[in-house]
């Protein structure tokens, strides 16, 4: 399935503050993050990434610092986390994310045939 750029643009702010509230991340965590939550139907690229990223750190909804990773000779990483106007940026948004679905999933339940859900492994 193929989502549409828009789709996917609007779902880029909330998708990237969820996963890091439940901790911080780097780039390519996310990233995997993402495709993870999404059965392997969303497969963001860094272009689509970092942008995004760079974008909340300027509106203070995340913060981030280099360092690298404990017990390892990786090189080092900008590691993501999330503020507290990032939580209550992400709160809202999870606001409106619930008035959309919820009145999608209302009319598309007075739809007949009803569309199969989808099988995630």
């Given amino acids: ?5 828009d789709l996917v643009a609007a779902s880029a702010t ?3 503050l969820g996963i890091l509230s439940e901790g911080e991340s780097y780039g390519y965590a996310i990233l995997k993050r993402v495709n993870e939550l999404s059965g392997g139907e969303l497969e963001w690229t860094d272009g689509m990434l970092y942008p995004l990223l760079h974008r909340l750190e300027r509106l203070g909804y995340a913060e981030a610092a280099w360092r690298v990773p ?3 000779r990786a090189r080092r990483r900008k590691y993501y986390r999330i ?3 990032g939580r209550q940026a992400l709160a809202e948004q999870r606001r409106q994310w619930a008035v959309i679905t919820g009145a999608l999933q209302d009319l598309w339940h007075e739809m007949s045939p009803p569309v199969p859900a989808l099988h995630r492994s």
């Fill in 1 to 5: 399935m193929r989502i549409p750029k």
């Fill in 14 to 16: 909330p998708l990237v």
């Fill in 70 to 72: 404990a017990g390892s």
């Fill in 83 to 85: 503020t507290e106007p």
